[in-house]
């Protein structure tokens, strides 16, 4: 029978201890999530900055689909531009002091967009070792050179960079591109923005940075990492700490007309949702005043790491995501089962998601959870692993 490799390959992840199953979500918010009629302690949201299930950003939606609809029914380059976009454009620019900004359907979605875009045959990207598969994807089917850095290695990068220019030929047009993120998805660690961002300008590079884990969570206002450094092109998404759906490019005017152009994910995907594009414009105004959820989530990171014992493998930062390595698949796996026992949710990050030997407990704080809930999980981990 042809395609016997879709049965063979998921029993294969089977056999490794890293095989993958949707899990039906009933209700949740920023501390609880009901799954199978169970409620749990919810440490696997990326809502970092709780505001999923706010009052007024629920208001807004509703405001935006009476007004708007529901569907921009068309491209962008259709008829699928409203007035809802354009005004969550320019509030993304004024926040993140930026010239242009574009909309797109998913983080993924503009990840691959611009690592396409900026990958033109002349152009060489480095990429950090642990940048997100979008990126790493977008790279290798641009037209570029592409390299990686080991992670947050910046000597090895501004070797790569120098030896680049050494070798190019002084005649031919030389496109350097520096990718990395803010604040990285499953160590939470973040990138060094300021030496990147100065690196970028010694070697006439641009810089783009995935800001996902970012924006909302760093800087006075939650600008993200363009509140450490001058960055060129900003991606983040609307569906982690803006609590919506979707996600922006912020660059300068030139970048933004090219895509507008040639971009085939800009091109050819139906705009997001004009109301949620309202709902979001309220959430970035919230962002922005709400200092006290940024300050909960330092508060919080800061009494799990004093809470865990001094056996326990975390890599310590100041974002939101905190990596428990345990290692072995099965062992993570097992450790994950008995905190759900006791009534707490988190994800087991596996391989080829983190290198082999490494899987990890994912643990995310948010705004939403509290004193006692940070206190409960650390003590329910000190007695799981031992």
């Given at each position: 029978m042809a395609f016997n490799f879709l049965t063979a390959d998921v029993e294969q992840q089977k056999q490794c201890a890293r095989y993958r199953a949707r899990q039906c979500v009933a209700e949740q918010n920023g501390r609880y999530v009901k799954i199978n009629d169970k409620s749990y302690l919810n440490f696997s949201?990326?809502?970092?900055?709780?505001?999923?299930?706010?009052r007024e950003i629920n208001q807004a939606l509703s405001v935006g689909a009476e007004r708007f609809g529901t569907c921009a029914?068309?491209?962008?380059?259709?008829?699928?531009?409203?007035?809802?976009?354009?005004a969550l454009e320019h509030d993304i620019c004024d926040w993140l002091n930026k010239p242009k900004c574009l909309l797109f359907a998913s983080g993924f979605s503009a990840n691959s967009a611009l690592m396409q875009a900026l990958g033109h045959e002349s152009s060489q990207l480095y990429l950090d070792k642990l940048s997100h598969a979008s990126l790493i994807d977008g790279a290798r089917s641009s037209a570029a050179k592409v390299k990686r850095f080991l992670h947050n290695d910046i000597e090895q990068l501004q070797r790569f960079l120098a030896k680049n220019q050494q070798t190019e030929n002084q005649d031919n047009e030389l496109n350097q591109v520096i990718v990395s993120?803010?604040?990285?998805?499953?160590?939470?660690?973040?990138?060094?923005?300021?030496?990147?961002?100065?690196?970028?300008?010694?070697?006439?590079?641009?810089?783009?940075?995935?800001?996902?884990?970012?924006i909302g969570v760093i800087g006075n206002k939650g600008q993200g990492?363009?509140?450490?450094?001058?960055?060129?092109?900003v991606m983040a998404t609307f569906g982690k700490s803006i609590a919506t759906s979707g996600a922006f490019v912020?660059?300068?005017?030139?970048?933004?007309?090219?895509?507008i152009n040639f971009s085939r994910h800009y091109i050819y995907s139906t705009a997001i949702s004009p109301a949620l594009a309202w709902a979001t414009k309220k959430s970035i105004e919230i962002i922005q005043t709400e200092h006290w959820r940024r300050e909960k989530i330092i508060e919080?990171?800061?009494?799990?790491?004093?809470k865990l014992d001094k056996k326990i493998k975390l890599i310590e930062n100041s974002s939101s995501i905190h990596a428990i390595v345990i290692g072995d698949e099965i062992t993570t796996l097992d450790v994950c089962q008995q905190l759900r026992n006791k009534g707490i949710w988190l994800s087991a990050i596996?391989?080829?998601?983190?290198?082999?030997?490494?899987?990890r407990l994912r643990v995310t704080i948010t705004a939403s959870h509290e004193v006692k809930d940070i206190n409960y999980l650390a003590n329910c981990i000190n007695e799981v692993i031992q």
């Open positions: 949201s990326n809502d970092y900055l709780g505001l999923n299930h706010h029914s068309g491209s962008s380059l259709i008829t699928g531009y409203s007035y809802a976009h354009q993120e803010g604040v990285f998805s499953m160590d939470g660690d973040q990138a060094d923005v300021a030496n990147l961002a100065k690196i970028a300008q010694q070697h006439q590079a641009l810089l783009y940075l995935d800001d996902a884990h970012s990492s363009s509140s450490l450094a001058d960055i060129d092109v912020a660059c300068d005017n030139n970048l933004a007309e090219y895509l919080l990171s800061k009494l799990l790491t004093e596996r391989p080829p998601t983190v290198p082999q030997n490494s899987s």
